[in-house]
């Protein structure tokens, strides 16, 4: 295992950004290795010069090495997990993205990034009817087992995020500053009760950045990236949601857009995304058939020995047997199952969505 200083200098390098990073990580550099003077570049790999200057002084205990240490000490004061891209519990499908975080800091529960995950964003200047629409939506989806990935903007990302606050469920915000921040400041309670709630607060930048305006584009990739799919509730034709929906697509993920007015202009990004092949919804049901077979690729190879919970006739299906009629909770069933959660929540919303059983809040029912 490597030391987690490593890679948290490796963040700090300067000149190695994502795309940098992808590409030494293509030529066989690992960053790691190369702080502690295990390797040395391949012929015809070159860095600029106050990358290696950098690599240099790490080696020799300089400075940079100094800055991530006091980080390090910093994180296990606040109890942020650190998740490299060496660790097995680094989200898999952000790990497939052509330019993912060399480390994320994590502040609440960092295994909540394993569950499968829906983008929800929108515009920060939302109409009251597109944060009611965001937030209803937001809710149904927690109670369909797919976790809410936003980034704690103002507006529609705070309706998310709040949605499932209320419903005591989990959500993810990936934000554009250091986890010793929170922006806007407004939010500073929203983002305690994602923390309290059992969510997590994301972010690839170290404590003590702050919100610099390039920041927020580049995490946009990270919300898309940790997404099977994206939700566009309102968007203006120029808007960061637009490139969050677009990079999803870069992805590989399925971009859904919530129509509107033709006299809002919020509604003319959606309709654009709409032109350009993404799937129109108006509810959640149809984002959870359109994401059926990508939510089923999700579930674990290695269950060969675990009940099948795939879509099935009712009265053969495993997992709709060992329900009660009388509430459960979700953790408790999980356990006597022996099933990882993401995989639980992935049968239990196909159950949900043919009528067999319900969910509320962390509980479960059979209804028939």
Sequence with gaps: MCDPKEWIAASLLPGVGPVTLARLRQDGVDLPRLL?????????IRLRSDTLSAVHDYQSRGELYARTERLLEYAEQQQFHL??????????????????????????????????????VGSRKA???????????????SASGLLPVSGLALGVDAAVHQACVDRQAPTLAV??????????????????GIVEQGGAIVSEYPPGTAPLPGNFPRRNRIISGLAVGTLVVEAAPRSGSLITARQALEQG???????????????RGCHALIREGATLVEEVGQIIEQLGPMLGALVPSDMDQKPDIQHEVADNNPLLAQIPFDSIWLDQLA??????????????????????????GSRVRRTR
């Design 83 to 120: 998740l490299s891209l060496s660790d097995p519990n680094y989200p898999e499908l952000l790990q497939q993205i052509p330019d993912p975080p060399v480390l994320l800091w994590v502040r609440g529960d960092a295994g909540v990034l394993s569950m499968p995950q829906l983008a929800v």
């Design 175 to 192: 934000v554009g500053t250091g986890l010793d921040r929170v922006y806007p400041h407004r939010n500073q309670a929203l983002a305690a």
């Design 335 to 360: 356990t006597e199952l022996q099933l990882p959660m993401a995989q639980l929540q992935s049968g239990l919303m196909l159950l949900e969505l043919d009528g067999h059983i319900e969910i509320s």
């Design 253 to 267: 993920r399925e971009v859904f857009a919530i129509p509107g007015s033709i006299h809002n202009p919020l509604s």
């Design 36 to 44: 502690r003077g295990e390797i040395s570049l391949p012929q015809g």
């Design 127 to 141: 109409s009251r009817a597109g944060c009611r629409l965001a937030y209803e939506f937001s809710s149904t989806l």
